[in-house]
T-cell receptor, first 106, second 113 residues
Framework: KNEVEQSPQNLTAQEGEFITINCSYS?????LHWLQQHPGGGIVSLFMLSSGKKKHGRLIATINIQEKHSSLHITASHPRDSAVYIC????????FGTGTRLQVFP | GAGVSQSPRYKVTKRGQDVALRCDPISGHVSLYWYRQALGQGPEFLTYFNYEAQQDKSGLPNDRFSAERPEGSISTLTIQRTEQRDSAMYRC???????????FGPGTRLTVL
């Protein structure tokens, strides 16, 4: 069993739909990261959170420390949101989930 | 300012050769991390530094892999006697301090023939 698990592995949506990607972890963490990997391969950090909720534009990340669970939400999804979304648990190093491949169609 | 840069961006080498991959972190960033990402997989941790001190090298696959950051800035990941299974994208990231947001470089795609 991986220490960081994501679901779903693949996700397709129509433009405008509300998207949720889930991340569960089994290790003790000091923070959880959400990353976006573009089709071209570049990785961008979206959020780093250790409690509660953060919002940036149409992206919202939440974390429940007691349940060891985090979610990434995308409101009003757009084709340009198509990417692989990766959660990573920070202990003294990042432990990555396997990623969720999102495709948003017009 | 400039982001994290890595060189070369692409490296093709023959099995048995040594390769050195370079990472230039964001200026002033204390922590520097090396990751490896196989095609279709998520990144996996290799090693990291705070300043020039290597804090954790538990992710290095074997003793053919080594890394250094002698002056606390630029880092080099060296793979000796490369093997085909070493083919992957090698990514570097830096953060202002340990546990801060990490900024990723573009990666070096290594292909071992």
């Amino acid at each position: 069993k991986n220490e960081v698990e994501q679901s779903p592995q693949n996700l397709t949506a129509q433009e405008g739909e509300f998207i949720t990607i889930n991340c569960s972890y089994s290790v003790g963490i000091s923070a959880l990261h959400w990353l976006q990997q573009h089709p071209g391969g570049g990785i961008v950090s979206l959020f780093m959170l250790s409690s509660g909720k953060k919002k940036h534009g149409r992206l919202i990340a939440t974390i429940n420390i007691q349940e060891k669970h985090s979610s990434l939400h995308i409101t009003a999804s757009h084709p340009r949101d198509s990417a692989v979304y990766i959660c990573a648990a920070y202990t003294d190093k990042l432990i990555f989930g396997t990623g969720t491949r999102l495709q948003v169609f017009p | 300012g400039a982001g994290v840069s890595q060189s070369p961006r692409y490296k093709v080498t023959k099995r048995g050769q040594d390769v050195a991959l370079r990472c230039d972190p964001i200026s002033g960033h204390v922590s520097l991390y090396w990751y490896r990402q196989a095609l279709g997989q998520g990144p996996e941790f290799l090693t990291y530094f705070n300043y020039e001190a290597q804090q954790d090298k538990s992710g290095l696959p074997n003793d053919r892999f080594s890394a250094e950051r002698p002056e606390g800035s630029i880092s080099t990941l060296t793979i000796q006697r490369t093997e085909q299974r070493d083919s992957a994208m090698y990514r570097c990231a830096s953060s202002l301090n340990e546990a801060d947001t990490q900024y990723f470089g573009p990666g070096t795609r290594l292909t071992v023939l």
